[in-house]
């Protein structure tokens, strides 16, 4: 078979350089697979099938019966099942394997020899790894290279088309269908099953009560090989990608347990500690969201309380998991953590307007306080970067071309880039994030708007869940609204214009849409000022750095002048911005007449401490809000990089008494504390 390592885009590039045509290329490839003994695509497409039938028997209500210990057996006979399966790596780490191994043992579970459902169960799930999703994956490739050469290469094309259609005469039918979705219901509910092995027989019956999002790793996961979710998302996002637009989804899915599904995709969404893999994770995310566009699954969606307690922490555990992946030391700009983040955030605003998916919201929120707080860092980051790194991109845009300099708006040929940029085989290794500015730019502009679009959604649904913390409240504020803001309207916004009189904006060439920025940022100030406007306001005008009373003036006439909001909200935000300016211009006020003893300062932002704790590892006190949003990325004292949490945090009453005491008899306004 074809090697598909390097996916739809490996193949075409290969076409595209092969010295053979596709159709004699395929010839050599089955005489080569005949004269050295392997299987050609048919013979493993159709065995795969074979199995199937004998699979097709055993029911869902029989999945109990289903070893998950089976790969720990050493007799002879299954063994051979087995096969290189045994090799594949597990959800446990090997110690876990080990330790699941004397358990089993220990509890007799390998004594009795195995049984045929088991045994054909287990061959099915190593057949469909070797034998099913290879040429699956060889059918999508077939797929992009007809589409690609359709108006390049014609007699590619006719090749492509050719082919693609012998495979979907298998792949494509019913019959195959049928038997396949047959089979993933049986995996799905082994997997989860596997999980909870108490509640194995709910998961068969469709009866599932409580939750599918757990800590505990049960001894029949760990053991279980980790390409068996790996292969069943690949399948599902195949069929997805190659079926027509406007045909509906593929037929495989009117097969498949649509609770099972659900259940499982919201599995992998919220548990890391099961599925360790967060591109894995991510594409689950998108699976997710492209089924809510379907009525049966958007209701069972909208419906289901397991699903609806579950769904909302699934998506921020996984956004926060994504962080974390490492996807090339190449993509120096970190596109593609972005990109699985983007289906994240789709489904997150699809759900969050529904009531019981915003209650779910709120008490993740209240009962995991530091992974929520770490998920909003992580929302505000990106929105502040990707918006920065595409306004920025523009600018630098605009100059090249006035200087006459558009073959710099050119991505690089490979053969062009320095020797220790290119592969062994010359291929340019820093080609993700070479692209060339022009897509370079849209594409971050594409990915700011949608993320300020989603913290926009969870303002307006939960604003008190923000302004709950402190630190995370100033986070949004000054790191993010009050910095975006200043960049719209503020003194560099005249960097953004377009750079001649008269000539034509291209702001719609880059997906560049300022009046809807600025409307979110506006309307997002009026809704976490709803659930706390002194709290708010007092803490935008602690901002040195981008607050400044113009230029929140000047969004207030702009968006008067426009009509870019309702009537009812441009009130509020004006009388939020006279608020807020008043507000400013009394604490300066008040700061300029009276000495601040250095004791209420914070040693770091030199600003009057509201809640001052001490950190133990070093014996400073600092502001619990400022001390809490560094231990959030660095999980340390900054005075000496001791580890430190923010239980270590010891708080300091007796001096806050002091601060209050002295703010009031001074009239300075203090910020509240943080909970």
């Not at 070797?130 to 490739?141: R, T």
């Not at 998108?286 to 579950?310: F, G, M």
């Not at 602690?542 to 929140?552: A, C, L, V, W």
Request: charge should be negative.
């Amino acid at each position: 078979m074809m090697d598909q390592g390097q996916g739809p885009q490996g193949f075409i590039h290969m076409l595209e350089n092969a010295p053979v045509p596709l159709d004699m290329q395929m010839q050599m490839q089955i005489m080569k697979a005949q004269s050295s003994g392997f299987a050609t695509s048919g013979l493993c497409v159709n065995s795969f099938w074979a199995i199937l039938e004998l699979v097709k028997p055993i029911k869902l209500a029989q999945v109990s019966t289903l070893e998950p210990f089976y790969l720990l057996r050493e007799g002879d006979h299954d063994k051979e099942v087995i096969g290189g399966f045994i090799d594949e790596p597990r959800f446990g780490e090997t110690s876990e394997v080990e330790a699941t191994k004397a358990y089993a043992k220990s509890k007799g579970l390998l004594t009795d020899p195995s049984k045929f459902p088991t045994q054909i169960f287990w061959l099915a799930i190593r057949a469909f790894h070797v034998f099913c999703v290879p040429v699956m994956k060889e059918n999508l490739c077939m797929v992009a290279a007809a589409g690609y050469f359709h108006t390049k290469n014609m007699a590619i094309m006719e090749t492509a088309m050719g082919e693609h259609l012998v495979y979907e005469a298998i792949l494509g039918s019913s019959a195959f269908l049928g038997d396949l979705g047959t089979f993933l219901n049986l995996v799905m509910a082994f997997c989860l099953g596997a999980a909870f092995p108490d509640r194995v027989a709910d998961f068969a019956a469709g009866k599932v009560q409580g939750s599918v999002l757990t800590e505990e790793v049960s001894p029949q996961w760990s053991v279980l090989p980790s390409c068996i979710l790996e292969d069943v998302i690949e399948v599902l996002e195949i069929v997805t990608s190659i079926q027509p637009q406007g045909k509906g989804p593929s037929e495989l899915f009117l097969h498949l347990d649509a609770q099972l599904l659900l259940l499982m995709v919201t599995f992998m969404l919220g548990n890391g500690n099961h599925v360790k893999n967060p591109n894995l994770r991510g594409k689950a995310a998108t699976l997710l969201k492209n089924l809510t566009s379907n009525s049966n699954y958007r209701h069972l969606v909208e419906n289901s309380p397991v699903l609806a307690n579950d769904i909302i922490p699934g998506c921020i555990r996984v956004f926060t998991a994504v962080e974390k992946t490492k996807q090339s030391f190449y993509d120096i700009r970190m596109q593609l953590k972005y990109q699985l983040r983007i289906p994240i955030m789709e489904l997150f605003e699809r759900m969050l307007p529904l009531e019981a998916h915003k209650k779910a919201l709120k008490s993740f929120a209240t009962e995991n306080p530091d992974e929520f707080l770490k998920f909003l860092n992580n929302l505000m980051n990106d929105a502040t970067m990707q918006l920065e790194e595409g306004m920025d991109t523009l600018i630098e845009i605009r100059r090249l071309m006035k200087e006459g300099k558009q073959a710099e708006l050119q991505r690089p040929a490979a053969s062009s880039v320095a020797e220790d940029e290119q592969t062994g085989e010359g291929a340019d290794l820093y080609a993700r994030s070479r692209a060339d500015p022009k897509a370079h730019c849209k594409q971050y502009m594409q990915m700011g708007h949608r993320t300020i679009s989603t913290l926009w959604s969870i303002s307006r649904e939960a604003p008190t869940v923000i302004i709950s913390k402190l630190n995370v409240l100033q986070q949004m504020l000054h790191n993010c609204l009050n910095s975006c803001l200043d960049r719209l309207v503020g003194p560099r916004c005249l960097e953004l214009k377009a750079p001649q009189k008269g000539q034509v904006s291209d702001f719609e060439e880059y997906s560049f849409k300022p009046k809807e920025l600025l409307q979110m940022i506006a309307e997002m100030y009026v809704f976490v000022g709803r659930a706390d406007k002194e709290k708010v306001q007092k803490t935008i005008t602690e901002d040195g750095r981008s607050y400044r009373p113009k230029t929140f003036q000047k969004a207030v006439s702009i968006l008067r002048r426009e009509q870019m909001i309702s009537a009812d909200l441009l009130q509020e935000f004006s009388t939020f911005v006279q608020e807020l300016n008043d507000l400013a211009e009394s604490q300066e006020a008040a700061l300029a007449n009276v000495t601040v003893p250095d004791e209420f300062l914070d040693p770091i932002m030199s600003e009057i401490m509201v809640d001052p704790v001490l950190l133990p590892t070093s014996n400073t006190i600092m502001d619990r809000k400022v001390i809490e949003r560094h231990i959030m990325s660095n999980d340390d004292d900054p005075f000496n990089r001791q580890p430190l949490a923010v239980k270590d945090l010891v708080p300091q009453t007796e001096l806050r008494d002091k601060i209050t005491d002295f703010c009031k008899k001074h009239g300075i306004v203090m910020g509240n504390e943080s909970d």
